[in-house]
């Protein structure tokens, strides 16, 4: 044998994540002061939130920096008017509440838009599903105030997605719209014990390529998703459509079931969706006194009928699209005949209810790692699975379909700083407010302002380095070095990337996450299956050998590291024989059995073995099958004055004994 045999040089290393609903980061709107880091103190009242979650310089707005400054609360608190005192008399509350109205404005303003920019998109949810735009919308308000208020992540904004759409189609169009009630129930549920249990862990197992081909391919989706509006849509769902159905994003353009609008129409529209992106992209660079969005949404609006209309020019409005008009929904048992709660009312539903839930879990999570990003705050995966199942459950109730976090619109309100729970609280509430009494105004604001602010949220959306990268990838290494070409990645991790961002948009989100994490599982383990090195350094009078091993020891490299030591060459080695293991992490039963072979390798052949420098985590795992090292030696090595004195010591938990 060569005194160096390796597999690869390369060692892993594992990372922690708290689990559990209680870990100490981040409460609701209503949490306690501790649990507010995202939130800025008054005596830094002259600094203004921006896009990116950062502060600037308020004055430079017009603000007066000693606003406030006898107060003690911050961007997003809602309990000024107690702190530090009780609200003494009516000048003291006005002075407060006019404190509070400047310090939250860009939250107030952000719910607005972030309100009204919703509900086009949650309303096609609906007719997408065959389903009233009233439930989408009673669903969306809900999931934004309950999720503020049990907390989980900052600025994050919830409501109805296609995705939820699509899953709950087939229910409908098979057994009819109350069972989509028992669906969302019980996907409700499902997610409340992910939470409750802790799974929300699972999140590790995400890798950067994954979150780039979901970042990307919701940017593609929003976009393409957006020429529904340039088309006679027809309210009643085809009936082609199923739980998943291949390439439905691109409806919009293959289907032959509507026209498109007519050329004066259309070129209105991309005029007016055109001024609307570049005003959400170019204002932000001369101010931010009042969000682009906003500005993008009134800006539109009156283009379009003081000048458009003015020439007999015209887009849609969200009133030629939907009506949002309808009766408050109640309870579903005192407003549906609902199906009675039976083994056959299971069966119909079961596989909608795992749909609904993966697609709402996964939206969800993984909108909460791009807002994490955005806004450079750690959410906690386990609360926001359990926030918005409970969503999910009390709007089943109340007559809503389901929700999901939408990446989208949490893109634009942090974009419109956005970044604290009273801005999602009160986009809930603006949603409401629409639902109930403002429609009439909605109907007639152009879709082509909402449009245009949605190719904007694609465009912060998309990672068009990676575009570079995965061109990067394809080229040879002299040709990456003659181009300066320093940006590439393993070629597998662009495939995922790829992968994903195309199963986004031709089957499913649910569809493309598990396929990106199986492959990059696989990935890893393949790659860790090749990174073993082992180096034999004999001594110098030849009366023993040292064996030194790295790398990981598990159910990939356990083979592949017996291997290394064949009969007909360990025969040959000196009568003492020690396994350095200093480098090496055992992490299950087929590393752990891996070493009780080759030991016995050693002993069958009259060598005397030792065992050397378990690290810690694999010695408690050895512990727990102590039963197996009987006999086996193991050996720690202690420096003393006299660095030639070495002290023996025997087995896991066993009594010391020498080699």
Not at 221 to 228: D, E, P
Not at 346 to 352: E, S
Not at 638 to 653: Q, T
Request: glycine share 10%.
């Amino acid at each position: 044998m060569d005194d160096t045999t390796t597999m690869n040089d390369e060692t892993q290393g594992d990372a922690t994540m708290g689990l559990g609903l209680n870990d100490n980061h981040h409460g609701g709107m209503m949490g306690d002061d501790d649990e507010r880091d995202e939130m800025v103190d008054v005596n830094e009242l002259g600094m203004n939130v921006d896009g990116d979650g950062m502060y600037n310089e308020k004055n430079q707005n017009g603000y007066d920096n000693s606003v406030m400054e006898d107060y003690d609360f911050m961007v997003g608190d809602v309990l000024c008017w107690f702190k530090p005192s009780k609200v003494q008399g009516l000048k003291d509350f006005c002075s407060r509440t006019k404190d509070w109205l400047i310090l939250n404005k860009e939250q107030i303003m952000s719910s607005i838009t972030v309100g009204i920019n919703q509900i086009p998109e949650v309303t096609s949810s609906a007719l997408l599903a065959g389903l009233s735009p009233i439930l989408a919308l009673q669903s969306t308000w809900m999931a934004n105030i309950l999720i503020s208020l049990i907390g989980g992540s900052p600025g994050m904004i919830s409501g109805t997605t296609g995705y939820i759409g699509l899953a709950l189609l087939q229910v409908v169009q098979q057994h009819g719209v109350p069972y989509v009630f028992w669906v969302v129930l019980f996907a409700g549920i499902l997610q409340i014990v992910f939470g409750l249990l802790g799974l929300g862990a699972i999140m590790r197992l995400v890798p950067n390529p994954l979150m780039v081909g979901f970042k990307n391919g919701m940017g593609f989706l929003l976009i393409v998703s957006q020429f529904r509006y340039v088309r006679h849509y027809d309210i009643a769902p085809s009936p082609t459509r199923h739980l998943l159905q291949v390439g439905h994003s691109w409806d919009h353009f293959v289907s032959t079931g509507s026209d498109w609008l007519d050329a004066k129409s259309f070129g209105t529209w991309g005029i007016e969706t055109s001024v609307s992106f570049l005003i959400c992209l170019l204002l932000p660079r001369a101010t931010r006194i009042i969000p682009s969005t906003f500005v993008a949404l009134v800006v539109t609006s009156g283009i379009e009928w003081a000048i458009m209309r003015q020439f007999n020019w015209s887009s849609p409005t969200v009133g030629d699209y939907v009506d949002i008009t309808g009766p408050f929904p109640g309870p579903v048992f005192l407003d549906y005949e609902m199906p009675p709660l039976n083994l056959d009312t299971v069966q119909k539903i079961y596989l909608n209810v795992l749909a609904v839930f993966g697609v709402s879990l996964m939206e969800s999570l993984l909108t909460l790692n791009v807002v994490g990003e955005l806004n450079e705050v750690n959410g906690l995966q386990n609360r926001v699975a359990f926030g918005q199942g409970l969503s999910n459950v009390v709007s089943s109730v109340l007559g809503g379909m389901g929700s999901a976090g939408m990446v989208g619109q949490s893109v634009i309100a942090n974009k419109a700083d956005g970044i604290t729970w009273l801005s999602t609280f009160l986009t809930g509430v603006v949603v409401m407010l629409i639902m109930t009494c403002a429609h009439p105004l909605m109907n007639y604001l152009p879709l082509s302002a909402f449009s245009g602010i949605m190719f904007y949220a694609a465009h912060n959306l998309i990672e068009y380095r990676s575009l570079l990268i995965g061109i990067a990838a394809i080229f040879p290494e002299q040709l990456r070095d003659r181009l300066r070409v320093d940006y590439k990645i393993h070629r597998i991790e662009v495939f995922i990337m790829l992968l994903v961002t195309t199963l986004i948009l031709v089957f499913d989100l649910s569809i493309a996450v598990c396929a990106g994490v199986l492959i990059s599982v696989f990935a890893f383990v393949w790659d860790s299956s090749a990174r073993v090195v082992v180096v034999r350094e004999p001594s110098d009078d030849g009366e023993s050998v040292t064996y030194h091993v790295s790398g990981p020891l598990f159910f990939a490299t356990a083979q592949s590291f017996l291997e290394i030591f064949p009969i007909e060459e360990i025969e040959m080695d000196p009568e003492d024989v020690i396994i350095m293991l200093e480098g090496t992490e055992v992490h299950d039963s087929s590393g752990m059995f891996v070493l009780k072979k080759l030991h016995d390798r050693f002993v069958a052949m009259g060598k005397t073995v030792a065992l050397s420098s378990l690290s810690p985590t694999s010695r408690r795992l050895m512990e727990k099958f102590a039963s197996t090292w009987e006999g086996v030696s193991f050996l720690e090595v202690e420096e003393i004055e006299d660095e030639e004195d070495v002290e023996m010591r025997g087995g896991v938990g066993q009594e010391e004994t020498g080699i």
